[in-house]
Every structure is written in C-alpha cells, then in structure tokens.
Nanobody, 125 residues
C-alpha cells in the first residue's frame, strides 16, 4: 500500500522549533517530489516547501523562507521539515504529499498523487 505518514507536530511557543517527518511506505521517494502543505482553520491549503528527490532542488514559500528547511534521508525514505522561529500564524495542520512532477507540487496542492493524513502544529503567542 502506498502511504505517507507525518509525525512531529505539537504545541510550541512562539520562537520555538519543531521538526516534522514524512515517512513513505509502499514506494520510494527517488522518483518523486515531496511537498509540505498546511491548512489553517477556515483557510485554503497552501504550499510551504518542496524538495525534488532527483536533484535536491528545493522551494520555499515566502512566508517561511529563512525559517524552515526541507531535507530528505534516502535510507529512511523520509522527508523532514525543520521549522524554526515559529510564529502563531504558522499554526495549521501540516500535510506532506508526493507527486512525480516537481512543478506540479510547487504549483498547487490539487491533483497530487499521494497524501499523508496530516499533523497538527500549534504555536502559542
């Protein structure tokens, strides 16, 4: 079964850090782009960061540049999102998604091939 499982969410104070993990099973990341998305209550899902497993190309939304870092561990078939200097506006459910097209992942959350179930990040002020 093709599956993505996120973990690492939780409650943190503003200025703190969390590291999210996205573990794949049933397929290998090598031919996929992996994106992190988030959805706050009442808001549309938005892209946060993307990594191309093929060449390591990365993308960050302007709102997280300089604070978040995406990385991958081939041996563990896992992608990470290190989140530093967290702000209350980072509060959301964070999802990872996989798709064979890096451009498609960067462009939109719609029509991506595989999704995880999400992990909640809450940043208190």
């Amino acid at each position: 079964e093709v599956q993505l499982v996120e973990s690492g969410g939780g409650l943190v104070q503003a200025g703190g850090s969390l590291r999210l993990s996205c573990a794949a099973s049933g397929f290998t990341f090598d031919d996929y782009a992996i994106g992190w998305f988030r959805q706050a209550p009442g808001k549309e899902r938005e892209g946060v960061s993307v990594i191309s497993r093929g060449d390591g190309t990365t993308y960050y939304a302007d709102s997280v540049k300089g604070r978040f870092t995406i990385s991958s561990d081939t041996a563990k078939n896992t992608v990470y999102l290190q989140m530093n200097s967290l702000k209350p506006e980072d509060t959301a459910v964070y999802y990872c998604a996989a798709d064979s097209s890096y451009r498609r992942v960067v462009a939109s959350y719609r029509h991506l091939e595989v999704w995880g179930q999400g992990t909640l990040v809450t940043v208190s002020s």
